[in-house]
């Protein structure tokens, strides 16, 4: 795999970023490591350029979700987490995955599997090589036995289906990207902020990827409940032209926070709870 585009750039916050932030939803790509076959080209955005978006946005740890290409090969991510103790890792695997991996993969600094039910552009099934919540309910067991979460990827009217049948699996379910709504009074949107409010989702304040006014979103996640919120930069934005600014981000998030000890508790009290 040889990167082709670029990595970002981004602006450094205008707003104070608390000290020991955590941004929970990033990717590295090396071209050390063989890839599949991807539908966007490979961003340079390896470990060191991983650090050096980290030290300008101003966080100090991070959470790396396994990418497309790499499929099933762990081989990536795990180096990354090897080389830079600062960072978790999200991986995917189904049910066939044997207990001693998960054992190995929990002591390399994976803290959750990710299960994917968005559907691709211009086709009617998951992204290629997603693994769904069928999975899930199957490795539930397991995950609970190592305190792992479920990172979930789907769009708003599946979570409305899906939250309440993945419930009683009683493993912490993290909802990518504000759960994917159309806008702040989205049916799926509303029965979210419910499982919200009681405890049962985390929810990462992920902006990018939304294509309603992300305002009333954020708004109303941090009205439900500002103790299940983690913060996301979702960088290097493949499939996004051009990409976002991570740094324009952080200040859109902090200036619609305008509160100092809200900020630290979803920067930095939440994932260091989830994730540590």
Request: aromatic letters at 6%; proline letters at 9%; hydrophobic letters at 50%.
């Amino acid at each position: 795999m040889t990167g082709t585009v670029p990595a970002p750039t981004l602006s450094a916050p205008r707003h104070a970023v608390p000290a020991g932030a955590w941004d929970t939803h990033t990717h590295v790509f090396d071209a050390r490591f063989p890839a599949g076959p991807a539908p966007y080209a490979l961003p340079e955005a390896m470990l060191d350029v991983h650090a050096a978006m980290r030290a300008r946005l101003g966080t100090a740890r991070a959470v790396l979700v396994q990418p497309a290409p790499y499929g099933r090969d762990p081989a990536c991510l795990l180096d990354a987490l090897q080389r830079d103790l600062a960072l978790r890792g999200v991986m995917i695997a189904d049910e066939t995955v044997t207990d001693a991996t998960l054992a190995a993969w929990h002591e390399a600094g994976i803290r959750a599997l990710r299960f994917v039910e968005m559907r691709a552009p211009g086709g009617t099934g998951r992204y290629p090589g997603a693994i769904g919540v069928d999975a899930l309910k199957l490795l539930a067991p397991r995950l609970r036995a190592l305190g792992w979460q479920a990172h979930l990827w789907a769009s708003a009217a599946q979570l409305a289906e899906l939250l309440p049948e993945l419930r009683p699996l009683g493993v912490p379910l993290v909802i990518d990207h504000c759960g994917m709504p159309m806008g702040a009074a989205d049916h799926g949107f509303v029965q979210l902020l419910r499982l919200l409010r009681d405890g049962t989702a985390w929810v990462k304040i992920t902006t990018c990827r939304l294509s309603c006014d992300p305002r009333p979103v954020q708004d109303a996640l941090v009205a439900a409940n500002p103790d299940r919120l983690l913060w996301g930069s979702d960088w290097p934005y493949v499939r996004m032209a051009p990409p976002p600014d991570a740094g324009a981000m952080m200040d859109a998030f902090l200036g619609a926070l305008g509160d100092e000890s809200l900020a630290r508790r979803i920067l930095v009290d939440n994932p260091a709870s989830l994730f540590d």
